[in-house]
């Protein structure tokens, strides 16, 4: 259940680095326009500074969920779980402020936080096994 939850986690880290490139790196492309629903390139312009800092913390959830698997992959079972719940968890904290902040984001609040909480469940079962 150990590998479950680390590799459920590492997807959600994956689909954090694409969000990241997304709000980052290509804020006003048409994908990440229709993505976030921004509208015109002049909108997503005026929300450019804030979408690449948001960039940024969805990479660095991901990045604390790579270095906890490396851990655990290593041997340090503990430094490398403690790394995965704080960075999966985040992202499911992230997922319910979403939801609880604007409902009509429900989908997005989804697809950002059911795989990583399902990390959390799964790497939470087989460490207590």
Not at 51 to 75: P, T
Not at 102 to 112: E, G, I, N, R
């Amino acid at each position: 259940m150990i590998v479950v939850g680390l590799a459920l986690a590492g997807l959600a880290a994956l689909i954090h680095v694409f969000i990241f490139s997304l709000e980052s790196i290509a804020w006003t492309s048409k994908r990440a326009r229709a993505t976030f629903g921004t509208g015109t390139v002049e909108q997503a312009e005026s929300q450019r500074a804030l979408a690449f800092n948001q960039g940024f913390y969805n990479l660095f959830l991901a990045i604390a969920v790579f270095i906890g698997i490396a851990f655990v992959v290593a041997g340090s079972t503990a430094v490398g779980a403690t790394l995965v719940f704080t960075g999966a968890g985040s992202m499911v904290a992230a997922s319910l402020v979403l939801i609880l902040s604007d409902p009509s984001k429900a989908a997005a609040a989804l697809k950002q936080g059911v795989i990583p909480a399902l990390g959390v469940i799964a790497l939470a079962i087989g460490l207590a096994v």
